[in-house]
């Protein structure tokens, strides 16, 4: 085997748990470069200052004596572990993913383990191929599936539904962006529509026809979804919820 100590790591996806790995790893004496196109603003946060932030996959690829996988499997990330992504790490390279197997070519991985291009491989997604291969490690994957994770994600689950029924704030949506604002008011308004030009405007437009006045406001969308949360200085009507209602391009609205 060999130190981690003074080698660099490469974590690909600087989310909840790659900023968790990465703050960890500096205090075991690691170099730690990542690489995340969009990291969100709260995992930013989390993050030492001493994490270096790469221009891009490959230049990671090619400066980590480790690398670990933090991302979704999405068709952006589909085997991006290949022969070609391999071919720019360095010889015994050492991979970890803990990430989905979706977005790890095994074959490839173990043509380059059988070469020597590739030291190790490390898993809790093993597949047939895997299985019984001497520089594979392979792990039960059990994440999500502890005690405590499971009551976590309870938890957590109850703890977001009624910050959305009570403020309107969504976070950990399938389909709906992370939108969420502190109450400015005890008058708040959301309602989400097409993500195409003018809906906010017109919306805008009907609230000013009231009289009422938008004390702050968020607005974020998630590819053909955009969702607004409002606060307003008056109470919000009937009359006012349904003409929003019937503005082109609207697709719900709430008064909280």
Request: aromatic residues 4%.
């Amino acid at each position: 085997g060999s130190e981690i100590y003074g080698k660099t790591l490469g974590i690909v996806g600087l989310g909840a748990i790659g900023s968790l790995v990465a703050n960890m790893a500096l205090d075991l004496g690691m170099r730690v470069i990542g690489y995340d196109p969009a990291i969100s603003v709260e995992a930013a946060w989390r993050l030492s200052s001493r994490v270096e932030k790469m221009p891009s996959l490959d230049a990671l690829l090619r400066e980590a004596d480790y690398i670990t996988l933090h991302v979704p499997a999405i068709e952006a990330t589909r085997n991006m572990i290949n022969s070609g992504s391999i071919s720019r790490m360095k010889n015994g390279i050492k991979l970890l993913n803990f990430a989905r197997k979706e977005i790890v070519d095994a074959n490839d991985v173990i043509s380059a383990l059988d070469t020597g291009k590739m030291g190790g491989y490390v898993t809790d997604f093993p597949t047939p191929e895997l299985i019984g291969h001497p520089k594979v490690l392979p792990m039960p994957h059990i994440g999500a599936s502890t005690g405590e994770a499971e009551d976590n994600c309870a938890v957590m689950a109850a703890d977001q539904l009624i910050d959305f029924l009570e403020n309107g704030n969504i976070k950990n949506s399938v389909n709906l962006p992370d939108t969420s604002m502190a109450r400015g008011s005890d008058f708040r308004l959301t309602f989400s529509n097409s993500n195409v030009p003018n809906v906010l405007s017109s919306v805008l437009a009907q609230i000013s026809v009231t009289g009422a006045n938008v004390i702050d406001l968020v607005n974020q969308s998630r590819n053909e979804i955009a969702y607004n949360i409002m606060d307003l200085d008056q109470p919000v009507t009937d009359e006012l919820l349904d003409v929003i209602s019937n503005l082109e391009g609207v697709i719900r609205v709430r008064r909280i």
